[in-house]
């Protein structure tokens, strides 16, 4: 049999593909270089059928994120000129994907795009990015991202920018995370509403999140965050938070990451698959089995080495299998939930 069809709320393989040096990332991608999570063969031996890719602008290769730290420093800021075009490099390795695969890899604009290519066993990504540094204030470049197919953000990621403050990685939370929105911020939130873009909040601090939740018309999605009640990762969401993406038909994305699972927030891979079936059974608890799917962090994180990579994502369904998940819930969590939202919010 097939395994089930997995539509996934985030990975980071472009910026694991744009730092590879001295080869051509797109090869790999689509030969397989059997390093990190993600590369096409490994994806379509897990039932990966596609997700959302998620373009990260990081201000310098050292600066990304120590795993081994579970309090690290705050993340420094980048100009909006070097943001702007280290996304455009990453977006050009995204459509380089698409054209090179010959068929096998296709960047969709709408569920009717996706639906299809699940159908036919295309892989699906959704051009979104993390973090809005690369958008000038007065978007007078944004619409060019647009038509050239972004169709969700994160206003911020884990650091402030013009639009609001990212949540900094602490465990546990302090739940003091600093302001909200900023006024550009808004402005950010109502070109997505109008545009049907997804907004993305996994990265936004607490006060951020009300304000996209008094000020959006669209539902609420956090593409890859877990329960706070289990893990007390900054990263996670409270009940209430839960029970607002719940309120508007929104989605939650179960991230693997083995930081914002654990109850100690340790970073440690020979972590049991049991940790993300209690996330989903809470998860599914407070937002109800509608509104919880998938966000794996592919690429972006460590993740349990009961799943390892891509290839992987069987041994989590089975898990919920043996746990009493019915094949309808599996499918809602596994794809069906993510694009019923999107359909939502894309109308
Ligand atoms: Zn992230």
Known sequence: MPPIPVFDGHNDVLLRLWMKTGCDPVADFLQGDGLGHLDLPRMKKGGFAGGFFAIFAPTDDEDLPDDDDVNPPLAVQIAQPTALRKTLEMASLLFRI?????????????????????????????????????IDEGFKALDVLYEAGLRSMGPVWSRPNIYGHGVPFRFPSTGDTGEGLTEAGKSL??????????????????????????????PLV????????????????????????????????????????????RWRTDTALDIMVRHLDHLIKVAGENCVALGSDFDGARIPDGIKDAAGLPNLLAALHDRQYGEKLIAKIAHENWLNVLERIWV
């Open 222 to 265: 956090a593409t890859h965050s877990n329960a706070l009640a289990i893990s007390p990762s900054s990263r996670n969401l409270s009940d209430d938070q839960l029970k607002a993406i719940r309120d508007t038909g929104g989605m939650v994305g179960l991230n693997f990451a083995t930081g914002f699972l654990r109850e100690d927030g």
């Open 98 to 134: 698409e054209r090179e695969s010959k068929g096998k890899f296709k960047v969709c604009r709408t569920v009717a795009e996706i639906r299809d290519c699940l159908a036919k066993g295309v892989m699906t990504a959704i051009f979104h990015i993390e973090g809005a540094e690369a």
């Open 189 to 218: 939130i109502r070109y997505c509403n109008e545009r049907h873009l997804l907004v993305d909040l996994s990265h936004l601090n607490e006060k951020g999140f009300w304000d996209v939740a008094r000020l959006s018309t669209a």
